[in-house]
């Protein structure tokens, strides 16, 4: 039976952990996530193993990513399963402050975002998420001091915001995205995905089919427009609410008038039902 990873909950018994960890010179490779842990979460484990000698990750529903209307009561939280997939991955240290130790009662501090975070995509629709996600991995790479941390490219416009973040504030890390993984339908794995009923997740890779045809179309010579409102018809027809489909220069998100200014990137935002999809492509 693979060995439970340790765990600490408090900041002494964090430090304790790392410097253990950091005893023979081991570098630290960093997973931070929200738990309800899927594949894709044990893809970016796997890599983080391949990189350096030792893996955290941290569980931390994050309160101040959600807007007051959004999922943070009903966020799936799986830490039985997640801690058996932990072991099964080998992990070396589950990094799992609750949210009292992560904001004490006093907290009046939170990182600023700008460039890659007000690109007019995901901050459009959650104003309130990138301020969030910039603090919450700001202390956690404070907190770890990892040379190395690991993000899913699902959450692209978050790998750019956090990619920024690391560099303005010199915290010395790198940091590395891990292409999607994905159904064999096509579907993002992502740990909202159990929110689906049957008949949505049946719709559900719907956004995926769309990019993929438009990638197609548009490596064929296709014009931009006229393939992004193709695209628009069909994710609505498909009973989806769209809140964007965009083509993005692939490092600045940038707005692109044709894919001759690449890198480019397609990104997506819908709700189905009350769920809420993003997905994305490289051209
Ligand atoms: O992508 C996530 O799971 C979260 O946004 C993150 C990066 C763990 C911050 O809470």
Redesign the pocket.
């Known amino acids: 039976m693979p060995r439970a990873p340790a765990i600490a909950r408090t900041l002494p018994s964090l430090r304790r952990a790392l410097e253990g960890l950091r005893a023979r010179r081991a570098t630290i490779a960093l997973v931070?996530?929200?738990g309800a842990l899927h594949d894709g979460h044990l893809a970016l484990m796997r890599q983080a193993k391949r990189r350096a000698s030792k893996v955290v990750v941290?569980i931390?529903?994050?309160p101040t990513?959600f807007a007051p209307h959004e999922d943070f009561g009903s966020y799936p939280r799986t830490w039985k399963a997640d801690m058996a997939k932990l072991a099964e991955a080998r992990v070396d240290l589950v990094w799992n402050p609750d949210v009292g130790t992560m904001y004490p009662p006093d907290f009046a501090t939170r990182i600023l975002t700008e460039g890659p975070a007000t690109a007019g995509l995901e901050d459009r629709f959650r104003p309130h998420?990138f301020g969030?996600?910039a603090t919450?991995?700001g202390k956690?790479f404070a907190q770890c001091r990892p040379d190395v941390a690991l993000?899913?490219q699902?959450?692209y416009q978050?790998l750019k915001v956090?990619t920024r973040m690391a560099a303005d504030l010199d915290l010395g890390v790198k940091v590395i995205g891990i292409p999607i993984v994905r159904e064999r339908d096509g579907l993002a794995m992502s740990?909202r995905n159990v929110y689906l009923s049957a008949e949505q997740r049946a719709v559900a890779p719907t956004l995926h089919r769309v990019m993929k045809d438009a990638v197609k179309r548009l490596r064929n010579g296709s014009d931009l427009e006229a393939v992004m409102a193709d695209g628009t018809r069909t994710i609505g027809n498909a009973g989806f609410t769209l809140d964007y489909f965009e083509a993005r220069h692939a490092e600045t998100l940038a707005p692109v008038r044709s894919i001759k200014d690449e890198p480019v990137r397609l990104l997506v935002a819908a709700k189905i039902g009350t769920t809420r999809l993003i997905d994305n492509i490289g051209v």
Do not use: E
């Open positions: 931070p996530t929200m941290s931390f529903v994050n990513q998420f969030g996600v919450v991995v956690l993000f899913g699902k959450d978050q956090v740990s």
